[in-house]
């Protein structure tokens, strides 16, 4: 019989529907049921593709005895990270102060009042090397409670008191400066594998935010040392197994060093962020791979990751079924040589073997080998590359597909918006320009209220119950700041400057600028959250300071500029420290100290040739955040427009920066080096 669970939206709880475990959503009315009960909670915090989460669930949350156990002695609680990334932040911090480490899935034990006293993360369903099996934690955990009760509500008071008095400092609220982002630079040179490209060892994650500021900083400083490292990683990535050779698209993380073996899960804010960046260094350098690379992840993301409503799924699963029923991790993904030469026939395998680097012992498991691309001496016949490439996609096209996480995240889909228009407007492919109008028109039809409230998540064309976030907030304003840039549909405009009014009145800090994961009048939990850092994707916070700088930018807006400006302080505290883990900050204070730059091009219409030209050399300058505008002379679709008359009957376009503006001109070349100075 199914439990709780069933009726929810998050195709992770819906995974768990069927468990003999008596499962809550996270509600009030499980922390009653606790309080009424007398028992403590479980928390289990995951997500649908996530490896281990599975294998936990498999284990243990469908074995009939260990379900009675819980049922009997707890109320269990199951929480899907990403439509609730507020729980899972704060429980999270507790987990990683109590143990020094983190990760998913998160089981943790709360009190009624839901303050944490036990952690851990994935539990055998036997004892095994120096970890306790689920049931020996479940039965001890019990025991504290039943028999050293004050102890248990002594420990989880006190976790509660630390994570209060966790203070983040925030630098002086002033943006970093150039000693600041040299230093940053320099920081991350010390960490960078030359041998590889990319940051530290294994497992080894792409440094999409990273990459994005050392590409500002080359553009507005000239230093070749951080063009080098963004050209250098992301040709290694491409290059590597990470990369989906035959598909496009990029796996969460590389489990080495040197980005052969993934871990295979495929998350859309991965591919959005990483699609942006490649299409970027694309416009730095003319690069060709990098060109191919941004077009395929793309098409990636609009074939195999948009829904039927519009908008785009969260991730696709690392697991998949490998033919005998059982679900295997990369099994849609890895090839032996002989299941190439089942495809290709003998002598196009062997041409794949050389090509894919494909070994008879493998570079994955069981004799199986991740695609990737070896540099080698040689040339290759691109016309029969191409041809294997389509047999072999074809051929794995009928191996049983991973499963796809369904659920539209507001904050991924602004970051996928983003990535789509700009790929677009770059490479003339107008389709993948509408592809990011049709996301846009879903997150304001079915996660926009009257007052401009965003809701996280929508499913199957329904909105889900849970408030957007800060990072919804950013990344969708950063997706519609994009989407007005390319299209000069001045709503888009708009449709930013109502959600960054909310971030102004309900996730900043007045005093400070501070800036907080959850709305003032979002759920209380037993800290509001709040994390600076960029980690798998732009944190909230950067996200923010990055959006409120180019709509300040695009309006003159006195608060939002001041606002973003505050938002940087912590980059400035930060930034020379960690750089990794604040890259979005990084680039969004070089856009600060560029300017950043304002555009307005003026023509009859963007289908008029010289507006066309001038509009396409505008979204191809390199100043780091410059903002473009489009559109007939004393148009109202964007304040930079006004009072900017053609110059003799032809298109123009106006550049200024702080407070200051270039002299019009109508020649692209003119406007090309006024962007790249």
């Given at each position: 019989?199914?439990n709780?669970?069933?009726?929810?939206?998050?195709?992770?709880?819906?995974?768990?529907?069927?468990?003999?475990?008596?499962?809550w959503?996270?509600s009030?009315?499980?922390f009653?049921?606790?309080?009424k009960?007398?028992?403590?909670?479980?928390?289990?915090?995951?997500y649908?593709?996530?490896?281990?989460?599975?294998?936990?669930?498999?284990?243990?949350?469908?074995?009939q005895?260990?379900?009675?156990?819980?049922?009997?002695?707890?109320?269990?609680?199951k929480?899907?990270?990403?439509?609730?990334?507020?729980?899972?932040?704060?429980y999270?911090?507790?987990?990683?102060?109590?143990?020094?480490?983190?990760?998913?899935?998160?089981?943790?034990f709360?009190?009624?009042?839901?303050?944490?006293?036990?952690?851990?993360?994935?539990?055998?369903?036997?004892?095994?090397?120096?970890?306790?099996?689920?049931?020996?934690?479940?039965?001890?955990?019990?025991?504290?409670?039943?028999?050293?009760r004050?102890?248990?509500?002594?420990?989880?008071?006190?976790?509660?008191?630390?994570?209060?008095?966790r203070?983040?400092?925030?630098?002086d609220?002033?943006?970093p400066?150039?000693?600041?982002?040299?230093q940053?630079?320099?920081?991350?040179?010390?960490?960078y594998?030359?041998?590889?490209?990319?940051?530290?060892?294994?497992?080894?994650?792409?440094?999409?935010?990273?990459l994005?500021?050392l590409?500002?900083?080359?553009?507005?400083?000239?230093?070749?040392?951080?063009?080098?490292?963004?050209?250098?990683?992301?040709?290694?990535?491409?290059?590597g197994?990470?990369?989906?050779?035959?598909?496009?698209?990029?796996?969460?993380?590389s489990?080495?060093?040197?980005?052969?073996?993934?871990?295979?899960?495929?998350?859309?804010?991965?591919?959005?962020?990483?699609?942006?960046?490649?299409?970027h260094?694309?416009?730095?350098?003319?690069?060709?791979?990098?060109r191919?690379?941004?077009?395929e992840?793309?098409?990636?993301?609009?074939?195999?990751?948009?829904?039927a409503?519009?908008?785009?799924?969260?991730?696709?699963?690392?697991?998949?079924?490998?033919?005998?029923?059982?679900?295997?991790e990369?099994?849609?993904?890895?090839?032996?040589?002989?299941?190439?030469?089942e495809?290709?026939?003998e002598?196009?395998?062997?041409?794949?073997?050389?090509?894919?680097?494909?070994?008879?012992?493998?570079?994955?498991?069981?004799g199986?080998?991740?695609?990737?691309?070896p540099?080698?001496?040689?040339?290759?016949?691109?016309?029969?590359?191409?041809?294997?490439?389509?047999?072999?996609?074809?051929?794995?096209?009928?191996?049983?597909?991973?499963?796809?996480?369904?659920?539209v995240?507001?904050?991924?889909?602004?970051?996928?918006?983003?990535?789509?228009a700009?790929?677009?407007?770059?490479?003339?492919?107008?389709?993948?320009?509408?592809?990011?109008?049709?996301?846009?028109?879903?997150?304001v039809?079915?996660?926009?209220?009257?007052?401009?409230?965003?809701?996280?998540?929508?499913?199957?064309?329904?909105?889900?119950a849970?408030?957007?976030v800060?990072?919804d907030?950013?990344?969708?304003?950063?997706?519609?700041l994009?989407?007005?840039?390319?299209?000069?549909?001045?709503?888009w405009l708009?449709?930013?400057?109502?959600?960054?009014?909310?971030?102004?009145?309900?996730?900043?800090?007045?005093?400070s600028g501070?800036?907080?994961?959850?709305?003032?009048?979002a759920?209380?939990?037993?800290?509001?959250?709040?994390?600076?850092?960029?980690?798998?994707?732009?944190?909230?916070?950067?996200?923010a300071?990055?959006a409120?700088?180019?709509?300040a930018?695009?309006?003159?807006?006195?608060?939002?500029?001041?606002?973003?400006?505050?938002?940087?302080?912590?980059?400035?505290?930060l930034?020379?420290?960690?750089?990794?883990?604040?890259?979005?900050?990084l680039?969004?204070?070089?856009a600060a100290?560029?300017?950043?730059?304002?555009?307005a091009i003026?023509?009859?219409?963007?289908?008029?040739?010289?507006?066309?030209?001038?509009?396409?050399?505008?979204?191809?300058?390199?100043?780091?955040?410059?903002?473009?505008a489009v559109g007939?002379?004393?148009?109202?679709?964007?304040p930079l427009?006004?009072?900017?008359?053609?110059?003799?009957?032809e298109?123009?376009?106006?550049?200024?920066?702080?407070f200051?503006?270039d002299?019009?001109?109508?020649?692209?070349?003119?406007?090309?080096?006024?962007?790249?100075?």
């Open positions: 019989m199914p709780r669970l069933a009726h929810e939206t998050s195709p992770y709880l819906l995974q768990h529907a069927d468990n003999p475990v008596d499962w959503p996270w009030a009315d499980a009653e049921e606790a309080r009960r007398n028992v403590p909670v479980l928390l289990s915090v995951g649908s593709s996530c490896h281990w989460c599975h294998v936990m669930a498999h284990e243990s949350f469908e074995d005895q260990t379900a009675e156990y819980l049922n009997a002695h707890y109320v269990s609680v929480v899907d990270r990403e439509e609730r990334p507020d729980v899972d932040a704060v999270m911090e507790a987990v990683q102060a109590a143990t020094g480490q983190g990760g998913w899935p998160m089981t943790v709360l009190t009624p009042d839901a303050e944490p006293f036990y952690f851990g993360t994935y539990f055998p369903p036997s004892p095994r090397q120096g970890m306790p099996s689920f049931r020996q934690v479940l039965q001890g955990v019990h025991q504290a409670w039943e028999e050293r004050d102890e248990v509500t002594e420990v989880a008071g006190k976790i509660v008191r630390d994570l209060a008095g203070e983040i400092s925030y630098g609220a002033q943006t400066g150039e000693q600041e982002l040299a940053a630079l320099l920081a991350l040179t010390r960490e594998d030359p041998q590889r490209g990319g940051f530290g060892g294994a497992p080894k994650f792409p440094p999409s935010m990273v994005e500021f590409l500002r900083h080359h553009a507005r400083t000239g230093a070749e040392g951080a063009l080098q490292m963004a050209q250098d990683t992301c040709e290694r990535m491409a290059r197994g990470i990369y989906d050779q035959l598909g496009g698209g990029f796996a969460r993380y489990v080495d060093r040197d980005w052969i073996v993934p871990h295979f899960e495929k998350m859309l804010y991965d591919n959005a962020l990483l699609c942006r960046v490649y299409a260094l694309w416009r730095a350098t003319g690069s060709e791979l990098a191919r690379v941004a077009l992840t793309a098409d990636f993301m609009v074939r195999e990751l948009r829904t409503e519009g908008g785009f799924a969260s991730a696709l699963d690392a697991d998949s079924d490998d033919g005998t029923g059982k679900h295997v990369g099994a849609y993904y890895a090839w032996t040589p002989g299941q190439l030469r495809a290709l026939g002598q196009d395998a062997e041409l794949a073997v050389q090509y894919f680097g494909v070994t008879e012992e493998g570079t994955f498991e069981h199986q080998s991740v695609l990737q691309l540099q080698q001496d040689g040339l290759f016949d691109a016309g029969k590359i191409a041809s294997i490439r389509e047999r072999l996609l074809a051929k794995r096209a009928e191996r049983p597909a991973p499963g796809r996480d369904d659920k995240v507001a904050a991924w889909n602004g970051l996928a918006i983003a990535a789509l700009e790929t677009g407007a770059y490479f003339d492919r107008p389709d993948l320009v509408e592809a990011a109008l049709a996301a846009a028109d879903l997150l039809r079915l996660h926009l209220d009257e007052q401009a409230r965003l809701t996280r998540t929508s499913k199957d064309g329904h909105a889900g849970n408030a957007g800060l990072e907030y950013a990344d969708v304003a950063e997706g519609f994009a989407l007005a840039s390319v299209t000069g549909e001045g709503v708009e449709f930013a400057g109502f959600l960054l009014d909310h971030v102004l009145a309900r996730f900043t800090d007045e005093e501070a800036l907080f994961d959850t709305a003032a009048d759920e209380r939990l037993i800290r509001r959250p709040q994390d600076p850092t960029d980690n798998a994707a732009p944190s909230g916070w950067s996200a300071a990055g409120l700088l180019s709509y930018a695009h309006t003159g807006s006195e608060p939002h500029r001041t606002a973003a400006q505050k938002a940087l302080g912590v980059v400035k505290a930034g020379p420290r960690v750089p990794r883990f604040i890259g979005w900050g680039a969004a204070a070089e100290l560029d300017g950043p730059r304002e555009v003026v023509g009859p219409s963007l289908d008029h040739e010289g507006t066309r030209t001038l509009h396409r050399t505008a979204l191809l300058g390199t100043a780091p955040g410059a903002v473009v007939a002379p004393e148009s109202d679709e964007f427009l006004a009072d900017r008359p053609l110059v003799g009957g298109p123009a376009a106006y550049v200024c920066r702080n200051t503006c002299a019009p001109t109508t020649e692209a070349d003119s406007l090309r080096a006024a962007l790249s100075d």
